[in-house]
């Protein structure tokens, strides 16, 4: 019989999709261990894991007849893809049903440090404010400033599209130009992060972008430049992010994601110039009841017909 394991629960969409499957979900809670994967992969035929589980070489030959692996992410570097590849399994993962809500995430961490919105509500629920005054509370707006975007995948564009109807000025690097609309203009990285006065991330995480924010980067920003990060967490060396805020020569940083995830760098929840989010960039009900059906859909797509609909590579 197909045996299908889930690592960790989903919406009910997946599930729903994969009714006529035996299938066994891990409902412990946090994130599965490798010994409690193992077990899980033993038997089955294909495994659903969250963007969480570590998908190991010892785990992939620990399962003998696995076929596919339906990562529920739109990234898939927690699975070592080398190991599957030599024993021909499957590797999907769930891309660009994830564009809209990481977008909005984005201009929403942007708009929040630009604002000061976290501080305000901080101050408002503690020692309250005395009404309003001309020079009280004071940030700025995005109407003019430049953003630069790194990385100018479907997530890249959607922001530039959202960015422009602020009236901001829009800056890209990527390996390559792109053909753009509207005045969207291309930088080399160098260039880019001089120019830019918020920096936003959206670059795949790789050995080449591994520490791409680090000392020597944030001596080249605006002393008044603002970092995003919702891509992968190590892009950013954290060490030297905090140096940066703490010697003031960036003004700000927002992440929704971090290099030792889901450890935090202490100093980062000190600084009132930060604003953090635990990793929730497609966390809606509507991307994440998509990622279950697509997820699940790769995982009947190969098993019925041998194809699955997003394989990587």
Known sequence: MTHIFISGEIPVSGYEALKTYSVNVYQNEGVISEDDLIKGVREATALLCPLSTKVTRKV?????????IANYGAGFDN???????????????????STDATA?????????????????????RTVGFNGWAPL????????GKTLGIVGYGKIGQAVAKR?????MN?????????????????????QLIQEADIVSIH????????????????KQMKNSAILLNVSRGPVVHEEALVHALKQKEIAGAALDVFEKEPLIHEELKTLANVVLTPHIGNATVETREEMARLAAGNIISYLEEGMALT???
């Not at 909005?104 to 408002?124: A, F, V, W, Y």
């Not at 960015?163 to 009236?167: P, T």
Request: charged letters at 25%; one cysteine or more; glycine letters at 6%.
């Open 79 to 97: 699975i070592d893809v080398v190991a599957a590849k030599e024993r021909g399994i499957v590797v999907t993962n769930t891309p660009k049903v």
């Open 163 to 167: 960015a422009q109807a602020f009236g």
């Open 311 to 313: 394989p990587i590579g």
């Open 203 to 218: 670059t795949a995480y790789s050995k080449e972008t591994h520490h791409l924010f680090k000392e020597e980067t944030f």
């Open 170 to 190: 829009i800056l890209y690097t990527a390996r390559a130009k792109k053909e753009t609309e509207n005045d969207i203009n291309y930088r080399p990285f160098n």
């Open 104 to 124: 909005e995430l984005t201009l929403g961490l942007m708009l929040s440090l630009m604002r000061r919105i976290p501080e305000g509500d901080q101050l408002c």
């Open 136 to 143: 009280f509370f004071l940030g700025r707006e995005l109407k």
């Open 60 to 68: 992939i030959e620990s399962a003998p007849s696995l076929k596919i």
